[in-house]
């Protein structure tokens, strides 16, 4: 039986959520815009998924159709079948015991705004070249996520 991991990879700014804001240095907080990943998606950038931002431990892509990327009002949420390899049965493991339970993006900024909202500095990413999503136990965004879920069918 193959093991998908699924959840969110990136979140959207959500006033009401501290997790969906990134203090990238002390007084600069970062969000992103839900138009971050449409370019990416829209043309079929080849994006990795690994574990830790360790390109190292890849577990798909999404040109060999293991990872599948799509935005809703959330954010970036994916689906990623693992390999039946040991370091897949290894990640399915560590995200059943909740050891990995968020995830965290590498990419560049290819278009952003900053501005100041209550006296404290911003910068929102608009436009952004995904290189990679990680499952992690250290996610900067603290409300991405990951869960395992069991068997090939459909969520």
Known sequence: ?????????AVFHNPGDQGTVYEVE????????????ER??????????????DERFTLGSTTDGRLHLSVDPRGLAFRLTLPDTAVG???AHLV??????GCS??????????FRVRGV???ELTDVRLCHIALTNRPAYRSTTCVLRSGAGPD
């Open 1 to 9: 039986m193959q093991s998908i991991v699924i959840g969110y990879a």
């Open 26 to 37: 002390r007084g600069l907080f970062e969000r992103i815009a839900p138009t971050a990943f």
């Open 40 to 53: 990416d998606l829209r043309d079929g950038q080849d994006i990795l998924a690994c574990v830790a931002h």
């Open 89 to 91: 049965e290894h990640v």
């Open 96 to 101: 059943h015991t909740r050891r990995v339970w």
């Open 105 to 114: 993006i590498n990419f560049d900024i290819r278009a952003s705004r900053r």
């Open 121 to 123: 500095d911003a910068v």
